[in-house]
């Protein structure tokens, strides 16, 4: 989805059922520390506004974006969360790198998702300049970390709902 015209902040909030249990992990990359910080900010404002407990938040911080998807099962490993969010930013080179990087990291949160059937939400910025991450982390385009603490909190309250819903998905 472009954001061209679009505030990545502006959200309809969903009333997850208590919130104040759920346990949610944000995994930030050391790497464009002034962006992901700024993201992290967003997102772990957001979380708390909604209701998750401060000590119900856990933090952990990795050297790159290419490490966010080992950072984000390590820390699930340790605190067995009901959402993991991975916070970078990668900003378009000379080279291709962003690509590879962009590429490893989405696939490499996807697999955990799969693999551990609970989301593991990428927030990550992909972006051409630095202007475009800082429009993206707090500017005119609001913040992204935002966006991936309102995923995350739909995404852990889908879950919760089956894990106790008496209805059957599938084939019976």
Same mark, same amino acid.
């Given at each position: %989805?472009?954001?061209?015209? @679009?505030? /990545?902040?502006?959200? @309809?909030?969903?009333?997850?059922?208590?919130? =104040?249990? /759920?346990?949610? &992990? %944000?995994?930030?990359? =050391?790497?464009?520390?002034?962006?992901?910080?700024? /993201?992290?900010?967003?997102?772990?404002?957001?979380?708390? @506004?909604?209701?998750?407990?401060?000590? +119900?938040?856990?933090?952990?911080?990795?050297? #790159?974006?290419?490490?966010?998807?080992?950072?984000?099962?390590?820390?699930?490993?340790?605190?067995?969360?009901?959402?993991?969010?991975?916070? #970078?930013?990668?900003?378009? $080179?000379?080279?291709?790198?962003?690509?590879?990087?962009?590429?490893?990291?989405? +696939?490499?949160?996807? @697999?955990? &998702?799969? %693999? *551990?059937?609970?989301?593991?939400?990428?927030?990550?910025?992909?972006?051409?300049?630095?202007?475009?991450?800082?429009? *993206?982390? $707090? &500017?005119?385009? #609001?913040?992204? $970390?935002? =966006?991936?603490?309102?995923?995350? /909190?739909? %995404?852990?309250?889908?879950?919760?709902?089956?894990?106790?819903?008496?209805?059957?998905? &599938?084939?019976?």
């Amino acid at each position: %989805m472009s954001t061209k015209d @679009q505030n /990545l902040s502006e959200y @309809q909030a969903k009333a997850v059922a208590k919130p =104040e249990e /759920l346990k949610i &992990g %944000m995994v930030i990359s =050391e790497w464009n520390d002034e962006i992901t910080s700024s /993201l992290k900010k967003g997102c772990k404002d957001t979380l708390v @506004q909604e209701g998750i407990k401060e000590e +119900n938040i856990f933090e952990m911080y990795v050297p #790159g974006s290419f490490e966010l998807p080992s950072g984000c099962r390590i820390l699930d490993d340790r605190h067995n969360l009901d959402a993991v969010i991975a916070l #970078g930013c990668v900003i378009k $080179g000379d080279t291709k790198h962003d690509e590879y990087i962009n590429q490893a990291v989405a +696939n490499g949160l996807m @697999q955990l &998702g799969i %693999m *551990r059937a609970k989301p593991f939400i990428f927030g990550l910025l992909t972006t051409n300049d630095k202007e475009q991450a800082l429009d *993206r982390a $707090g &500017g005119k385009h #609001g913040n992204k $970390g935002i =966006e991936a603490a309102i995923t995350a /909190l739909k %995404m852990a309250d889908i879950k919760r709902n089956l894990k106790t819903s008496s209805k059957r998905i &599938g084939f019976s």
